[in-house]
């Protein structure tokens, strides 16, 4: 089966027709392998009634369902294998339970793991929101590059989840921007999509399937001295990928998939600042976790993010994820075990009481504590003493404007719980494009009209799972 690939696609398994446009993304895949595709409203597992198609690559196919027993919304992927062996198969079998016990709020969470037919099923955490790679499609229509504060952010909680899957033996060998999803409402990054992990005690997979261009060189078959694929392959994916988030482009440009394949493995590594000569600051970290030997490589994903975060901002540089405090061990949509933080940002001290005076009204009977800032930086100083559970911020303000105020306070502690509106004059889609990295899908124009804002933040308060009573 021969189908045109979106950016969104994962797993594909390439043939040598398949060709690459001038920004490194696959243009022509021939997929090998096929999965039935069940109807909307089919049961699989006896659990799972499908509602619709999300996207399919060389795997298989995923599927927005629902869970009839627990009533709540899952990711389902169900994979055809080509092996047909006992071993193959357990071998999948133990990586369903490795994934299942893994935790990490960067990595989408396993639920479930069965049999459908002759294929497999995933059922998995649905994060609802935008992929990293339909992100940068927005900037480069626009000729823009992504606030490098927020890149080098999102790099570092992705640090993090990868880690967190190398300590169970989780290779995930397709770490790109299309398996990074931002989640709606939290700006939170997670990393989805381990339908072509293997465990790392397999050191030589039957099949070569990734995408090209992220593509370590020993994962291709090409590593110096037989070296197979491993979580240094994912370390050099995610340092493809930072190349990519920094200058615009991927590292190599081929566009036949063997010579990229190859370039890999042996063309120079480029220079960040060879594309953005400001960039140079990068690239000698750049150089090394895009080293070809796996040897010469960082050892670990969050080691390469501390470096970079350093590289970019060596004064005043915001703490990778892995340096911070220990986070909340509350995960999205429970309730906090404390007041609800509420943190109005507005330059005009009336606006900023009028939108506090708002927060009052949709909460209402809620135990809340309400900060009013009158700047970015101020608001910034609030966020690190209290981190907030709701942010009603300005667009416009002088310094620091909504957009950076926002993409640093993402990176501090619990930076990723906060659901934000964003309140300005300005609230067309020329602005709203921008705040898509930061997971902000709540917009409302001044001058604001207080029902209508009242009303925004009960739909929050709904989809964050807050609840009607004050939290203990």
Not at 72 to 88: E, H, S
Not at 362 to 391: C, F, M, T
Request: proline share 8%.
């Amino acid at each position: 089966m021969s189908t045109p690939s979106s950016p969104d696609r994962s797993g594909e398994a390439l043939s040598d027709t398949s060709s690459i446009d001038e920004l490194g993304h696959v243009v022509d895949v021939t997929l090998t392998r096929v999965v039935s595709t069940p109807e909307p409203g089919f049961l699989v597992g006896d659990t799972y009634r499908v509602e619709r198609e999300l996207g399919r690559g060389g795997m298989g196919v995923v599927y927005r369902a629902r869970d009839i027993w627990l009533d709540r919304t899952v990711a389902l992927k169900l994979i055809a294998p080509t092996w047909g062996d006992a071993l193959a198969e357990q071998k999948l079998q133990q990586e369903a339970k490795a994934l299942a016990t893994l935790r990490d709020q960067h990595v989408v969470q396993v639920y479930a793991f069965g049999r459908h037919g002759s294929s497999y099923f995933f059922a998995m955490e649905y994060v609802e929101g935008r992929s990293l790679q339909a992100i940068l499609d927005d900037y480069r229509e626009r000729q823009s590059l992504l606030p490098q504060h927020r890149a080098l952010t999102i790099l570092s909680r992705i640090a993090d989840g990868l880690d967190a899957a190398h300590a169970r033996g989780i290779v995930h060998r397709d770490v790109k921007p299309g398996n990074i999803v931002i989640e709606e409402d939290t700006g939170r990054p997670v990393l989805i999509d381990f339908g072509i992990a293997q465990q790392s005690s397999d050191p030589d997979p039957e099949t070569i399937e990734g995408t090209p261009i992220y593509m370590a060189p020993e994962q291709a078959g090409l590593g110096a001295d037989g070296i197979p694929g491993g979580p240094w392959s994912d370390i050099y994916a995610l340092g493809c990928v930072a190349f990519e988030l920094l200058t615009g482009r991927a590292p190599y440009l081929e566009r036949d998939v063997v010579r990229l394949l190859y370039a890999h493995r042996s063309a120079p590594v480029p220079l960040a600042s060879s594309v953005r000569p400001e960039l140079a600051p990068f690239d000698a970290v750049l150089s090394r976790v895009l080293a070809k030997n796996p040897a010469d490589r960082y050892p670990s994903c969050v080691t390469f993010a501390r470096d970079l975060v350093r590289a970019g901002s060596p004064k005043a540089a915001p703490t990778p994820s892995s340096e911070l405090p220990p986070p909340s061990t509350r995960m999205p949509g429970e309730n906090p075990v404390r007041p609800l933080r509420v943190l109005a940002v507005d330059d005009d001290p009336a606006f900023a009481k009028f939108a506090a005076k708002a927060a009052e009204l949709a909460l209402k009977g809620r135990s809340v504590r309400i900060h009013v800032a009158r700047s970015g930086q101020a608001a910034l100083d609030a966020a690190r003493d209290e981190p907030p559970d709701l942010v009603l911020l300005d667009l416009d303000m002088p310094d620091l404007d909504g957009v950076d105020t926002l993409s640093h306070l993402r990176a501090l502690p619990r930076g990723d719980h906060a659901r934000v509106v964003v309140l300005s004059g300005r609230v067309g889609p020329q602005e709203r494009w921008k705040f898509a990295v930061l997971g902000v899908r709540e917009f409302v124009a001044k001058p604001i009209d207080l029902r209508r804002l009242v009303d925004t933040i009960d739909g929050i308060v709904e989809r964050a799972g807050w609840g009607a009573a004050p939290p203990p």
